[in-house]
């Protein structure tokens, strides 16, 4: 992570990377408007579509080396937020949030680690983590 310090929108492309390889939102919903063809499926008006994001976001037609994670990954078309103009309403503050928190943790420790095996949530709409426990060394 030695390279996020100098480099002044490393952190920016690295969230973005994050977003994309643990996307917190996994499946979005929506039901058609009409019919509809997407690639080689027909869609029938009215019905309801599970969206995988998570997987949209793995796509190897879309991202060389998909789980992979690339904090230099540009172009990083990522779904997280979803899409169209129900796109998430918090995704500014969402990012702004994740650099905040990310160029702080590295200007207050020169080194983090994991200490522990982290415990996944389990939950198939949101990813996260229960416990992500880390060695912090000043
Ligand atoms: C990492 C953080 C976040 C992620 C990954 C995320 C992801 C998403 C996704 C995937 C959607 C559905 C988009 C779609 O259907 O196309 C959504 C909708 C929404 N999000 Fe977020 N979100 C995050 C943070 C936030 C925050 C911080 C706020 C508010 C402060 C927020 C407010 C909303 C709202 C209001 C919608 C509904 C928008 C609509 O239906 O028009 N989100 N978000």
Redesign the pocket.
Known sequence: MGDLREHPNAIGTAVEEF?RME???QL???RAATDAVLGDISIKAGSYLHIC?GAANRDPGQFTDPDRLDIHRQPNRH?????????????S??RM??QVAVSRLLQRFSRIEPSAAPVRGGRARFRGFISYPVRLGA
């Open positions: 977003l996307s917190s939102n979005g919903n929506r994001i779904l997280a937020f979803g899409t169209g103009i129900h796109a998430c309403a918090g995704m503050l969402a949030e994740a």
